[in-house]
């Protein structure tokens, strides 16, 4: 039964060993559209990005809540900032900034209203922002942010007393991620 046991810890110990070797998944494939850069949120990297040098701005590509992927370069809260912060190729993004939620908090008070007619109300949410170079996967830096008033652009409004949770607004990111962008 005790060499059973040893048996089973030792098993045990190379599985958790495989698996926490087989974090930060490297891809060969070029870049050809932003699935191939939203990947890196889930530890996937291209080695064919990007690198992140040379004189600035940087591009980064700006990941929302929950990988939400449409419109991710036509991001409508970035439009207006330039190339760097509304990348036109996915080859040339340096930086991706993966916006993970921490959790939600109080109503605000303020409601939010959708094409169908129906509102939603709006509760704070707080937001990790951690930013990775494209090429290498590595952490580059982290930032917080405390969403209250900016409404999601889509929400799912048809249950009973809707609510939705604040997302950042594009002053919020920009003051977030503007030291990474123009890191010379």
Known sequence: MRIRFGYLICSAALLLAGLVGCGGKKIAEPVTKVSDLVGLCSGRHSTTAAAYTGAPPHPILVVRPH???????????????????NPPDPATVQLVACTESDGGGADTGLLCPYPSGRSASLRMAGYTV???????????????I???????????????????????SRQQYVNALEPFVSRR
Not at 146 to 168: F, G
Request: aromatic letters at 8%.
């Open 67 to 85: 990988g939400a992927v449409q419109n991710m370069l036509e991001n409508p809260r970035l439009a207006g900032l330039g190339p760097a912060w």
């Open 130 to 144: 951690t930013v990775y170079e494209a090429r290498t996967g590595a952490k580059v830096g982290q930032a917080h």
């Open 146 to 168: 405390e969403a209250r008033d900016t409404c999601p652009l889509s929400a799912s409004v048809y249950r009973e007393e809707p609510q939705v949770y604040a997302t950042p």
